[in-house]
């Protein structure tokens, strides 16, 4: 399979491709992976007939890899993308200073926040 995805050099075969790795499992892709570096680094010399270089469908598998790995949970990504709702916001005293304005905005974005929990 991998002489095969290396053989593929015009554009329309190289995007078919890609969408042709989705079926694939996970594992596969790995493996796949793995054979190929071994194709191009230390069985380099022991295949007959050599594979020439094609970087970008290599690039293409080990980016695939990755994409196709389970995802660590990280709470500072739900912290970075979470966006306060503040159309519903309170009626702003006109009197109020600058720091009493953000401590209530605080408040209403922790009380509006996702809850973490520890897994």
Do not use: C
Request: hydrophobic share 30%; glycine share 4%; charged share 25%.
């Amino acid at each position: 399979v991998v002489r095969a995805f290396n053989a593929l050099t015009e554009k329309d075969d190289y995007n078919f491709a890609k969408k042709y790795l989705f079926n694939f499992s996970p594992k596969a892709i790995k493996r796949m992976l793995g054979v190929y570096k071994g194709f191009r680094g230390y069985e380099a010399e022991t295949i007959q007939p050599p594979l020439p270089d094609n970087e970008k469908m290599f690039y293409h598998i080990a980016w695939h890899n990755n994409i196709r790995q389970p995802q660590q949970f990280s709470p500072r990504q739900l912290y970075f993308n979470y966006k306060p709702n503040f159309t519903a916001s309170t009626t702003e005293n006109k009197n109020q200073s600058g720091t009493d304005i953000v401590k209530e905005k605080i408040a209403k974005w922790k009380e509006e926040s996702p809850r973490i929990t520890p897994s």
